[in-house]
């Protein structure tokens, strides 16, 4: 682990940030945000090196502490230390991570509820044994025969065909879907009339398609295992249906589940196997706990986003977590005042894509847990050759951006957040 300590204009504060996928290394690029903005940071590389999942093989211990255990001790530590170093504890503490470190995040306010008082959490991979499966899922569907590879390049042809069926649907057509969940596409629209080409799909090519567009379900109870990408992801798709299996998910199969560093993903079976990768993980790395009571009865706000056209991590588990705790608490009414989650549309992994992908998170989190605050909506905007060329409000989810019938389709005044 490191922690960094500004020598000068320290604001009081201490922020941790978390990893991405296997971890393995220190996050240098947040700790330099987070000590540009003042914050005594610290990251950990969580009790390993290298970014592959080796590390786990015939060593629980380690998991452990990947799962849970080294974000905890590295946040502990880092007090410690920010406390010696100013003569005084931090006044507020702050997690912030993307990913595998949004997952981090709700596992701390899970666990160790005493540690930060606000959590930023972006594209939680909180179901990470249901991710692991839908890697497979996808896999399988773009390789169960030769016919049934997609090539990267009509990946474009697939999201053209996705805008002219979906993009009016919120009432403006602006490249980007604002709720995806509405988008009924239907790819046999692509299926070509005669010999393949570029601008059309196999018969084959259609159904893997439709595969990747459909949640992973357990053969026998018919439940929904994991959730499917979202129509308007398909220019992400290479990370999850390329010519190779998706390492993350391969690695969990490999040395945590089979302990088999040789094997091979063609052989899973989704009814067998899925149970079995459940079973293995017992909720470990899995950061699923609906009861986050302990967190917020001592003031804990959780600020969780995700993009709706992210490629890696279906925008439909961040949802489903999000209900399981209304669900679990009370209703949304009672959970808001602790925890809110933003949706953004057009948003790959954790950035980029085609939507209003730059925001300021951790300052949202600040007003309201220091100020109280609490976000009614996120100024987003979308920067193209540097410089901004659309902004949009960011609303608590179930709420959408919608025009108001006036004004420019790219001013954020030009739309109010309202209830679908």
Known sequence: MEVWLPTSGWNGKFQAVGNGGWAGTISY?????????????????????????????????????????????????????????????PRQSYWNGCSVGGRQGIKEAQRY???????????????????????????????????????????PVIHE????????????????LEDPTRCR???????????????????????????????VTSPRTKQVIFPAHEPGSELGWTTMAGQKPFGIGLDHFRYVVFQDPNWDGSTFDFDRDAV???????????ALDPNLNPFFARGGKLLQYHGWSDPQISPGSSVAYYKSVVDKLGGAAKVSGSYRLFMVPGMAHCGGGD??????????????????????????????????????????????????????????????????
């Open 29 to 89: 690029p947040a700790l330099g945000e987070a000590i540009r903005r003042g914050y005594a940071s610290a990251s950990t590389d969580t009790g390993h090196r290298g970014a592959n999942g080796s590390f786990a093989l015939g060593h629980p211990e380690k998991l452990i502490d990947y799962a849970h255990r080294s974000e905890h001790e590295m946040t502990v530590t880092a007090k410690k230390l920010v406390a010696a170093f100013y003569g005084e504890p």
């Open 185 to 215: 596409f239907d790819p046999k629209v692509l299926e070509c009339k005669g010999a393949d080409e570029p601008s059309c799909l196999t018969p084959a090519q259609v159904e893997a398609v439709r595969k990747i567009y459909t949640p």
């Open 161 to 176: 065909a996705v805008l002219a069926k979906c993009d009016a649907n919120d009432g403006v057509k602006d490249g980007v």
């Open 113 to 155: 509820p005493d540690d930060f008082d606000g959590i930023v959490a972006g594209a939680p991979a909180t179901n990470w044994t249901g991710r692991a499966i839908h890697s497979v899922w996808v896999n399988h569907a773009v390789h169960r025969d030769e016919a049934s590879f997609i090539p990267p390049s009509k990946f």
């Open 276 to 286: 079995r990768t459940e079973q293995t993980d017992g909720g470990l790395i899995n």
């Open 355 to 420: 939507g209003t992908a730059t925001f300021d998170m951790i300052g949202a989190l600040e007003q309201w847990v220091e100020h109280g605050k609490a976000p009614e909506q996120i100024a987003a905007s979308r920067v193209r050759d540097g410089k901004v060329d659309r902004t949009r409000p960011l609303c608590p989810y179930p709420q959408v951006a919608t025009y108001t019938g006036s004004g420019s389709t790219d001013e954020a005044a030009s739309f109010v957040c309202k209830a679908p």
